[in-house]
């Protein structure tokens, strides 16, 4: 077995070896090169290209199907032209169709272009084959945008003031766009470059078509763009401002634990974002006192892991401009250790303000940083009977006005979040960088003496961390082969001087971990594909303070062959399947196997456009370090197996169905019954006309846990058979008036109970295995649970000039433990629900765009 030196040596070798391999690689000459002409004259943006400059802009029509018939003559004629000035990027789009009457043009609001017929260009302004802008617009006038990185990796977490319009024609529909040249990152020059790329979809047939073929399974996208050549352009330096003013009227139960009585509470706050460009290339985003009252809620979900889940990030700010902060090989949330997660920030006090700058600092080199400080009021001393209901502004809230008794007793203490990211072009589509976080708890040091008092200050909760790593995404010319990943350290700062991770890991303030993750093979292309992907975790690395790791104390590795047909099998639009191996054991020098089984996966698109994916596996008997929470004793899980299938058909119908269902068979061991798992899940999206849409959803569970671990007593370890039934109901109810007005509503009701039917126990040992455990009686009280939770938001949203938008928003959260009837049938029936707290919220909220 390797030891941990080896691996970091191997992996650093890797490295070395590989960069000058890949960087050397030319990219591909560029192809569909378009043609923007300059204008002087006045474009009104209203989806009608009837202008004079439009019929002197030169028209590029030759389009080329790519799904579902991979380099087909389109049968349906499009043309796009291009025009520019000082300010705007205009791209004039018609869309012939010779069925005009069939042309869908489903409504939605801003972000969220529904299932039609739609057209999108999307811009490599920085023309370095890695990164650009991408600009979607349906036949309703629908806009969204989307932030192109790595090449193959997007994200709709991304904002630009931008206009479009579409309009109706007698054999088809036009699209106009007016695209802000301030939101796209170039440097001057006489003869300016563009990577661009078009493309239409056609909802009544699927047909996919664009300006240029890029093969549906190449591996790359924005390396392959062809050409956009326009004149000279001054890149201009505004600074555009969005002050807000939000008030709030709350209805709380009084005390927590009781539904009765209720108070209401008036507050309000103003705030300010702003956003500047300091060169043509680089740009700073701010804000003042954030307020994210109409986003919506994190759904409510159970989790009977010793895991934390992961949510992905919806306030506005964080979501704008995150590109460089996307993990190297995945998504966020998708790889085993990520250093920059922005739900840390604010998620103990509230935010008093943050910036991000990022951009180009020269040809090849993209730096970013994030800064931000929270802080929170502590309640002012009151000699009075009852609550303090005074109003008022608090110093360290000095933006927030309200009611004295909801702040809390002892403020939390203040922390600072500083994150960096530093990224080298290496050949067209590769590059190398540098990463780093630092989340810094500002205040006094918690100490031995304050964890032992029965409530400890706020500084023994405010665990920070710092941070670095270094990371890399070596592709081939062609993004067929790759190599990605990244070496980090950590460092252990702030809160208690020593805490204890799940695995019984303990922590102290200083304590330095390593970690690494990388994958490499073939990754693109068709149709075989083949890689391997290693994960390293210390058993003191720790990336939470301002990241994401969910796990740590482990060595995997997880090979993969697959067999993909992305522009179709026979009589499939698409087909893809999978088999992989992953193995794991611990790093802590026990080499304890962790995991040990075979996963295989099957998805693919049927000719009617529905999609089918099924997966299953087996999992041999393994060590689970994190089950016996906290005391670093291993237990050894006994074998399971798992099959689940899903279906979801097509989109684009007025009534789209969706299936799924999952059955996880877990073997019986020595001391231990077997189990069987289930979950079911339905889902229904209902469009009668283009303005109205409604989802609704349905997942039900019934995860049945043989021996989980409950708790120590003295040299005893108890642990309980778990049968635990969930059920959660959703609805979404979307009504657009037009694109510019809309209205969502959101509900979901969510139930859970859980059972205990048998109990044992075993003596406090070095590892611990079923054939330990003996029955003994149940404990009192008896640890089963049930609670019943509800979720309520109504937002209105106007966006009554370009930028600038007002909201009305309504929210209920209700939750709480409704206890088990001694011997009753259990039921997912929310019981009880009228007995539970509940907080109901109005909120208004006005913004103004302006730039100056």
């Known amino acids: 077995m390797l030891s941990d030196g080896d691996m970091r040596a191997v992996v650093l070798a890797c490295i070395a070896s590989t960069i000058p391999l890949l960087a050397a690689a030319d990219e591909d000459a560029a192809g569909g090169e378009l043609l923007a002409v300059r204008t002087s004259g006045k474009i009104e943006v209203d989806g009608r290209l009837d202008e004079p400059a439009w019929r002197d802009a030169t028209p590029f029509a030759a389009f080329v199907e790519l799904y579902p018939n991979e380099g087909a003559t389109p049968t349906e004629r499009t043309e796009v032209r291009f025009l520019y000035d000082d300010d705007q990027l205009y791209v004039g789009i018609v869309c012939h169709d010779s069925q005009p009457e069939r042309i869908s043009r489903a409504m939605g609001r801003r972000d969220h272009v529904p299932p039609s017929d739609m057209v999108a ?87 996919v078509l664009a300006s240029k073929l890029i093969p549906l399974g190449a591996g790359a996208f924005v390396s392959q763009f062809g050409e956009l050549r326009m004149g000279a352009v001054e890149p201009r330096r505004e ?154 502004v608090r110093w360290a809230q000095p933006l927030h006005f309200g009611p004295n008794d909801l702040l809390p007793a002892v403020a939390p203490t203040p922390e600072n979040f500083l994150a960096g990211v530093v990224r080298r072009s290496l050949g067209a589509n590769s590059w190398i960088g540098l990463a780093g976080a630092l989340a810094t708890p500002v205040g006094p040091r918690c100490s031995g003496a304050d964890v032992r008092l029965d409530d400890p200050p706020a500084a023994c909760d405010a665990v920070g961390g710092n941070a670095g790593a270094f990371q890399w995404d070596l592709r081939s010319h062609r993004s067929e082969y790759g190599f990605a990943g990244q070496v980090a350290l950590s460092q252990v700062v702030g809160g208690p001087p020593a805490r204890t991770l799940a695995d019984g890991t303990s922590l102290r303030r200083g304590d330095v971990g390593f970690g690494a993750y990388a994958s490499a093979g073939k990754t693109g292309g068709e149709p075989w594909r083949a ?64 995991r040990a089984g075979i996963r295989s996966s099957v998805s693919v698109t049927l000719s009617g456009f529905h999609d089918v994916s099924c997966d299953g596996g087996y999992d041999a008997p393994s060590w689970d370090q994190r089950e016996i929470y906290a005391l670093g004793i291993p237990y050894r899980r006994p074998a399971s197996a798992d099959a689940g299938c899903s279906l979801s058909t097509d989109a684009h119908r007025t009534v789209a169905l969706g299936l799924s269902g999952r059955v996880t068979r877990v ?28 989802r609704l959803g349905l997942d039900a569970s019934g995860d049945p846990i043989p021996g989980r671990f409950l708790e120590e007593d003295g040299d005893q370890l108890r642990f309980g058979d778990l049968a635990a039934r969930s059920l959660s109901l959703t609805l979404r109810e979307q009504v657009v008036a037009t694109p510019r007005l809309s209205f969502i509503g959101y509900l979901q009701l969510f139930t859970v109970d859980g059972r205990y039917h048998a109990y044992y ?92």
């Open 121 to 207: 260009i999307a811009i490599d302004s920085a023309h370095d084959h890695r990164t650009g802008y991408y600009f979607i617009l349906n036949a309703a006038g629908v806009q969204e945008d989307r932030l192109l990185h790595d090449d193959t990796g997007e994200t709709d977490e991304w904002d630009a003031v931008w206009d479009g319009a579409a309009a109706s024609l007698p054999n088809g529909w036009s699209a106009e766009l007016a695209i802000p040249l301030r939101v796209l990152r170039f440097e001057r020059s006489d003869a300016l470059v563009f990577g661009a790329y078009v493309q239409r979809k056609i909802a009544r047939t699927h047909a």
């Open 531 to 594: 890689w391997v992907a290693y994960e390293l975790a210390t058993p003191r690395l720790d990336l939470n303070a301002a990241g994401y790791q969910p796990d740590q104390n482990l060595h995997q590795v997880r090979p993969t062959l697959a067999f993909v047909r992305e522009s179709g099998f026979g009589p499939l639009h698409r087909f893809s399947a999978d088999v992989s191996v992953p193995a794991s054991w611990s790093a802590d020098g026990r080499a304890l196997l962790r």
């Open 667 to 694: 073997l019986p061991a020595a001391g231990l019954p077997g189990a069987r798992a289930w979950q079911v899940g339905a889902s229904a999206a209902l469009r009668p006309s283009p303005a109205l849409e409604t």
């Open 761 to 852: 126990a075993a003596a406090r040992s070095a590892r611990i295995e079923p054939g330990d455990l003996r029955p003994v009686g149940a404990p009192s009280p008896a640890a089963d649970f049930r609670s019943v939770s509800l979720r309520l938001n109504l937002v209105l949203r106007w966006e009554y000039r370009p930028g600038s938008t007002v909201f009305v928003v309504y929210s209920r959260s209700q939750e709480g433990d409704t206890g088990v009837s001694g011997g009753g049938v259990a039921t997912l029936l929310p019981s009880r629900l009228g007995s539970t707290p509940a907080t109901d919220a109005f909120l208004v909220k006005w913004t103004l765009w302006t730039r100056i």
């Open 239 to 392: 600074l555009e401002l969005m002050p807000f003013v939000a008030t709030r009227f709350t209805m709380r139960p009084e005390h927590s634990d009781a539904a009765n009585p209720r108070v209401g509470d008036p507050s309000g706050d103003v705030g300010l974002d702003f956003h500047a460009r300091l060169t043509s290339g680089v740009g700073v985003t701010g804000t003042v006192n954030p307020d994210f009252g109409q986003v919506e809620a994190d759904p409510v979900i159970l989790n009977l892991t010793r895991f934390e889940p992961f949510f992905p990030e919806k306030r506005p700010f964080f979501m704008a401009g995150m590109d460089l902060f996307q993990p190297v090989a995945g998504e966020s949330g998708d790889v085993p250790q990520q250093v920059v997660y922005s739900r840390r920030v604010g998620l103990d006090a509230p935010i008093l303000a943050a910036a991000k700058i990022g951009g180009d600092l020269a040809p090849g080199l993209q730096v970013g940083f994030i800064e931000a400080f929270v802080a929170g009021a502590s309640a002012p001393a009151w000699s009075g009977t009852g609550p303090d209901r005074r109003l008022g």
